[in-house]
């Protein structure tokens, strides 16, 4: 299945013999010399499109058609090539549709042409539409031989289904009344409008009506809002700043549709109709909207490592999966958090040799003026390894460490988010409060190694120092010295951390909400800066308790001996030394390591029925297309280019315009050029 990495732009055109490689893979008939993929290889075998046994072999040779401009039946190399082309094009989706009704490829359609698709539709096989009536006569003229091409193409194609609805209101209203049943509303939505429908809007419209007739405004306004949805978002982005999480009244929403747009005071009824019918709410956030409104081909296209559905649906989340999932989440944060530590660990040396430097000067030891200054002493001195000492025990603590700080976190914000995804800022703040204190059982031990590690190249004659030794010497007790420091630096950083780049990821994602890696690290980046300086002197404190103090220098018993004594001797801006060095090393390790975490759980997509990660959410599969590209279990690697778009493109024309082929019929031959030629 495919969703997306990256912003809808244009795919990149993919290598002339790459593509000619996977053409000949999949071309069947030769003549002339010349390879050629029947209608067949086209769309079972290359796209992966109608595989059932049983499959309508009509639909397969339209979509086919798509590509086989010359329309004999086969596709060549250089249509095949072309047809990737298009698809990299920003008006794809408009092209695709105008190829499939051009049966001759000449550029135009006819209104024979305009006929014979429509009437191949599961659309008109429901409700009829009248193709001599005044709607076709302004197009194709009243003669019907006016030739349209593609630009009054897209124009039509917008207009007929507005029409069709409409024409389908006349027919079951043969009294002309301005008015029919609550059924007859459901069976022309369901069936005219199936591409705009969600599940939540599909079941309650038969509700909506609370059993009164159905007026044509009302009708209208009904048809206009399922079509202005993607218009409604925008109107309620700007009525609360950006925010996808506040909730707004019907006046508000009036009141920015009115200075944005012609939204209607009906449609607005409407839309607060359907909200409360969905989700029995008297206000609307931006998850309502979403959910009344279809998500059509345009959203993410990522590649996915592996897939897996652990559940069927939310309601089977037994304890058993809870742990799996947790355990999902503890594993790939704890190979995140490593990532994180190991790109950053040269600046956080540099960081505990600034804060264990006292005020005097201690005979044999290296004296540093700033970080800068620290960073080349070290690599003068103990060489290029020495800013990796003690990375060993770093990275054996800080996996589990981050892991479950990063798991305590998802999971206490999934207990205080509510049913529509919504989470209010001080749940945020206490999520994070709870992963920052379970995250000391591993931090106080992993700092005191490494940190007594770190300092030991400080002494030119020192002896070196083993991790093991340390351990030894410290004892159980011993490795929880500096606990409480701990404690008070963690709880605050991460209460400040998570929640602030939650709500920076929310600002950076894009109008669809979907955040690019590169937001995410900077997100991440961005938070790290306000939670690492904040809680500076904590860590200062923490770094004085835990170091071993050497002869002449000052000792503490606790927290407030450290904060009175360091206060005493050495005044306030002690507790702000390494502050530079411990942005610049906290900010980009929890960059890397939340872009790590969540680019991993994406490309190792796992659904145990939870939440994921805002920003990243898989694409809806709402049209029978996309059901049968979901069912392929394995992605195919020969969709390269453009055909990356294929599928969902081909999924859009169903969704975006309704044009629903018949998936099952009358046989199940193959496309041969015999029986396709003319099709």
Known sequence: MHDKDESPTLLKRAGTEKLREVFLKYASIQKNGEHYMTSEDFVRKFLGLFSESAFNDESVRLLANIADTSKDGLISFSEFQAFEGLLCTPDALYRTAFQLFDRKGNGTVSYADFADVVQKTELHSKIPFSLDGPFIKRYFGDKKQRLINYAEFTQLLHDFHEEHAMEAFRSKDPAGTGFISPLDFQDIIVNVKRHLLTPGVKDNLVSVTEGHKVSFPYFIAFTSLLNNMELIKQVYLHATEGSRTDMITKDQILYAAQTMSQ???LEVDILFHLAGAVHQAGRIDYSDLSNIAPEHYTKHITHRLAEIKAVESPADRSAFIQILESSYRFTLGSFAGAVGATVVYPIDLVKTRMQNQRAGSFIGEVAYRNSWDCFKKVVRHEGFMGLYRGLLPQLMGVAPEKAIKLTVNDLVR????????????????????CAGASQVVFTNPLEIVKIRLQVAGEIASGSKIRAWSVVRELGLFGLYKGARACLLRDVPFSAIYFPTYAHTKAMMADKDGYNHPLTLLAAGAIAGVPAASLVTPADVIKTRLQVVARSGQTTYTGVWDATKKIMAEEGPRAFWKGTAARVFRSSPQFGVTLVTYELLQRLFY???????????????????LEQAAASVTTENLDHIGGYRAAVPLLAGVESKFGLYLPRFGRGVAAATPSTAKGS
């Open 263 to 265: 939204i209607t005071p």
């Open 414 to 433: 999934d207990k205080l988010t509510d049913k529509k995804g919504n989470i209010p800022t001080w749940a945020e703040v206490m999520a994070g409060g």
């Open 606 to 624: 796992v659904d145990f029925g939870g939440t994921q990660p805002k920003g990243s959410e898989a694409h809806k599969i709402t049209t029978p």
